[in-house]
């Protein structure tokens, strides 16, 4: 089987120039967030046939692919999926990629398997393939943001600021990989080896609860944030004391941040307590690194709904 061509992250190398096919999928398409919308409703019906003998699935959208225009890495990934050739990482980094992709697109965590695995199953469906490619084009030509790398993640392909799905940024900090998916469900993430915490934060938790707590977590500014912890943490607790206790205690804090449950997170990077009050749950304000852009300020501040 022949090697596709390298996969330089940050820089799109992977892409050849498009047919004429791909040319007038992408004439059709010329509207921002339209575009890919367009193309998810040309993926849905294939997504479900991948693997499955051309069984119906849900498709790829009931499966939380979202694809995104604001980082160049998974755009280049995503890449991968126009040829018919078995790809082959030519780095860790690459690899890491391609796994990121497989898992953004297989939603289902009880699915586990090697990059390779899915480039297997996407060579099955020459139709997924297909439109996958037409994505990737589409995202090439329509991204925003320049890539920085997170600050304290600079090991990992993520870009400060840019949207990812939970499962990417569990799959690109090796937590899930080819050989597990464990689930995580709460909004905290605690990695005792490496003593560094993933803050999940969804502002709106009005789907599926209490009006009452819907706005606990925001922008005080475009340095500060205010984050409720979970009931469960106080002073005296476990949780409490680790956040409390930073950064003298080498814990460190990265804040992820969606609006609501349909939303990806955005990358803001790590952050340091600043005060606290309460107990049960602690409200703590943190000072983040590297501040959020203006647009993004606004729309994680009390503002958003103005």
Same mark, same amino acid.
């Given at each position: 089987m022949k090697s596709v061509g390298r996969l330089i992250p940050g820089k799109h190398q992977l892409m050849p120039p498009r047919s004429m096919g791909q040319n007038r999928a992408l004439a059709g398409?010329?509207? &921002?967030? %339209?575009? !890919?919308?367009q193309c998810r409703q040309l993926l849905e019906f294939h997504? &479900?046939? !991948? &693997?499955?003998? %051309? #069984?119906?699935?849900?498709?790829? #959208?009931a499966h939380g692919f979202q694809p995104r225009l604001d980082d160049g890495h998974r755009i280049a990934a995503? &890449?991968?999926?126009?040829?018919?050739?078995a790809y082959i990482a030519e780095s860790p980094r690459q690899r890491l990629l391609a796994q990121m992709l497989a898992y953004q697109i297989d939603g289902d965590l009880s699915r586990i398997g090697s990059a390779e695995d899915f480039n297997?199953?996407?060579? #099955?469906?020459? #139709?997924?393939?297909?439109?996958? %490619?037409?994505?990737a084009h589409v995202l090439h030509?329509?991204? !925003?943001?320049?890539?920085?790398?997170?600050?304290g993640l600079e090991s990992t392909p993520l870009s400060l600021h840019a949207s990812y799905s939970r499962r990417e940024i569990l799959t690109a900090l090796g937590i899930h990989t080819e050989t597990a998916r464990p689930a995580y469900r709460e909004g905290v993430v605690p990695l005792g080896e490496e003593q560094m915490?993933?803050?999940?934060v969804t502002l709106d938790k009005r789907q599926g609860f209490h009006a009452a707590i819907a706005y606990h977590d925001y922008a005080i500014s475009?340095?500060?944030f205010h984050w409720q912890s979970q009931n469960s943490a106080g002073p005296d607790t476990k949780a409490g004391k680790r956040y409390l206790e930073s950064p003298a205690n080498g814990w460190t804090f990265q804040l992820f941040i969606r609006n609501d449950r349909g939303s990806p997170y955005?990358?803001?990077?790590?952050?340091?307590?600043?005060?606290w009050s309460g107990d049960r749950p602690l409200n703590i304000t943190w000072r983040l690194e590297k501040p959020l852009s203006p647009a993004l300020f606004r729309d994680f501040s009390v503002l958003r709904d103005s």
């Open positions: 398409c010329q509207r &921002g967030l %339209g575009a !890919v919308h997504c &479900g046939q !991948v &693997g499955q003998g %051309g #069984a119906h699935r849900a498709g790829i #959208a995503i &890449g991968v999926a126009e040829s018919g050739y297997e199953r996407l060579n #099955a469906s020459p #139709a997924l393939r297909s439109e996958l %490619g037409e994505l030509d329509s991204a !925003v943001i320049a890539l920085e790398p997170v600050p915490e993933l803050l999940f475009a340095e500060k955005r990358a803001c990077g790590p952050v340091t307590r600043e005060s």
